[in-house]
């Protein structure tokens, strides 16, 4: 593992029940990272989404990889310290090319895999896609722009 919860927090503003990142096990700064989310029936959202048939939304994949991506944007950065990464936030840009193949639900564990297609200065544009038991059931183009609060 190269970075728990904690860590984790230490990089995103995100909290309960907005974080949607719980460990970081492969980072490649500048070039990857591999994050994982494990999806529970305790989670908020599953009270209407849908009771009887949980699923857990895109919205919220999309958001956990666009999560990880923001901690791999900051790991890339040259030279920040901890208290300059408190001042700063990741704001979405835009999503593209976003796909769902599969139904994501309680109990599965939602790997999120990332790779840098093009970065410029505070820009990232990133390639994320979400595995469950290595089947793909998610993807989408994400680009993002790292921001002072």
Same mark, same amino acid.
Request: charged share 25%.
């Given at each position: 593992?190269?970075?728990?919860?904690?860590?984790?927090?230490?990089?995103?503003?995100?909290?309960?029940?907005?974080?949607?990142?719980?460990?970081?096990?492969?980072?490649?700064?500048?070039?990857?990272?591999?994050?994982?989310?494990?999806?529970?029936?305790?989670?908020?959202?599953?009270?209407?989404?849908?009771?009887?048939?949980?699923?857990?939304?895109?919205?919220?994949?999309?958001?956990?990889?666009?999560?990880?991506?923001?901690?791999?944007?900051?790991?890339?950065?040259?030279?920040?310290?901890?208290?300059?990464?408190?001042?700063?936030?990741?704001?979405?840009?835009? %999503?593209?090319?976003? +796909?769902?193949? *599969?139904? $994501?639900?309680?109990?599965?564990?939602? /790997?999120?895999? !990332?790779?840098?297609?093009?970065?410029?200065?505070? %820009?990232?544009?990133? +390639?994320?896609? *979400?595995? $469950?038991?290595?089947?793909?059931?998610? /993807?989408?183009? !994400?680009?993002?722009?790292?921001?002072?609060?």
């Amino acid at each position: 593992m190269l970075m728990d919860v904690v860590e984790i927090q230490k990089i995103l503003p995100h909290r309960y029940p907005f974080l949607l990142v719980d460990r970081v096990v492969e980072l490649t700064p500048k070039d990857s990272i591999v994050a994982y989310k494990n999806v529970s029936i305790s989670e908020p959202v599953f009270e209407g989404h849908f009771p009887g048939h949980p699923i857990y939304p895109g919205v919220m994949i999309l958001e956990g990889m666009a999560q990880a991506g923001g901690i791999l944007a900051f790991k890339s950065m040259d030279g920040v310290t901890e208290e300059e990464i408190q001042n700063k936030v990741v704001y979405f840009m835009s %999503i593209d090319k976003a +796909k769902f193949r *599969a139904p $994501v639900k309680p109990g599965d564990q939602l /790997e999120y895999r !990332l790779s840098v297609i093009k970065n410029k200065g505070a %820009i990232w544009l990133l +390639k994320g896609e *979400a595995y $469950v038991d290595g089947k793909l059931t998610s /993807e989408a183009e !994400l680009k993002a722009m790292i921001v002072d609060k």
